[in-house]
């Protein structure tokens, strides 16, 4: 196959395939804190997917060494969904906004009267609380010298994320969550670096005290892609 000159065309193949789990994995290591507890068995497959589209849309590099360049296609990435059994817009009643600095260095989602409908709170589940969550997606290009491709940046994968407080799942939640990346202060990042911002909602039991202990049937959701 390496060698065979009629082959050349599944090699193209091969290697933008192989480019584009690299930066899957990448991608799924940024999300690790929401995988895979509110993912369904087919979001790796959707990912991959979405992956080769923007890969396909490089329209000036040569075919089996064409970028992955996600800072372009937004609106693509913003299209993500984690889990199809499950929508986060059916489960929460209220209002939200999120806004991030001019830096993308943090981000902040806001709560007002967020209630959760009673026909999704699991079986025993007690209290609830929003995750709000933001990783860094890099672009990738191909490397002729190594001859695999690589991340433009080396802060891909970084992610940051936080919690409202604990809340009874009969009550209104209204909060403020901000993350922020470790990055040294002042940093910005780079054009080629890309952020995608999720917010999700986890189910718990409340136990002897204060000790919440987590109940499968959260979901979660991509609200911006910056």
């Given at each position: 196959?390496?060698?065979?000159?009629?082959?050349?065309?599944?090699?193209?193949?091969?290697?933008?395939?192989?480019?584009?789990?690299?930066?899957?994995?990448?991608?799924?290591?940024?999300?690790?804190?929401?995988?895979?507890?509110?993912?369904?068995?087919?979001?790796?497959?959707?990912?991959?997917?979405?992956?080769?589209?923007?890969?396909?849309?490089?329209?000036?590099?040569?075919?089996?060494?064409?970028?992955?360049?996600?800072?372009?296609?937004?609106?693509?990435?913003?299209?993500l969904v984690f889990n199809t059994r499950l929508n986060l817009s059916e489960m929460i009643q209220?209002?939200?906004?999120?806004?991030?600095?001019?830096?993308?260095?943090?981000?902040?989602?806001?709560?007002?009267?967020?209630?959760?409908?009673?026909?999704?709170?699991?079986?025993?589940?007690?209290?609830?609380?929003?995750?709000?969550?933001?990783?860094?997606?890099?672009?990738?290009?191909?490397?002729?010298?190594?001859?695999?491709?690589?991340?433009?940046?080396?802060?891909?994968?970084?992610?940051?994320?936080?919690?409202?407080?604990?809340?009874?799942?009969?009550?209104?939640?209204?909060?403020?969550?901000?993350?922020?990346?470790?990055?040294?202060?002042?940093?910005?990042?780079?054009?080629?670096?890309?952020?995608?911002?999720?917010?999700?909602?986890?189910?718990?039991?409340?136990?002897?005290?204060?000790?919440?202990?987590?109940?499968?049937?959260?979901?979660?959701?991509?609200?911006?892609?910056?």
């Open positions: 196959i390496m060698q065979n000159p009629a082959l050349i065309r599944t090699r193209e193949n091969m290697s933008e395939f192989g480019g584009c789990g690299v930066a899957v994995k990448a991608i799924r290591l940024g999300l690790q804190n929401l995988l895979p507890d509110k993912a369904d068995s087919h979001f790796t497959g959707r990912l991959m997917k979405m992956t080769k589209k923007i890969n396909r849309l490089d329209t000036l590099g040569k075919r089996g060494r064409r970028a992955i360049n996600f800072s372009a296609f937004l609106p693509i990435l913003r299209n209220g209002r939200f906004g999120c806004s991030h600095s001019a830096s993308r260095d943090r981000a902040m989602v806001s709560i007002s009267n967020l209630t959760i409908h009673q026909n999704y709170v699991p079986q025993g589940a007690t209290h609830f609380r929003l995750q709000h969550h933001i990783s860094v997606i890099s672009d990738y290009i191909y490397s002729v010298e190594k001859c695999r491709y690589e991340p433009t940046s080396a802060v891909g994968g970084m992610s940051a994320f936080g919690y409202s407080a604990f809340t009874p799942v009969l009550n209104a939640l209204t909060d403020k969550v901000e993350v922020v990346f470790p990055l040294q202060s002042g940093a910005a990042l780079p054009n080629d670096c890309t952020v995608m911002q999720c917010i999700g909602v986890e189910f718990y039991i409340r136990s002897a005290g204060d000790i919440y202990l987590p109940v499968r049937g959260g979901c979660v959701k991509v609200v911006a892609v910056f």
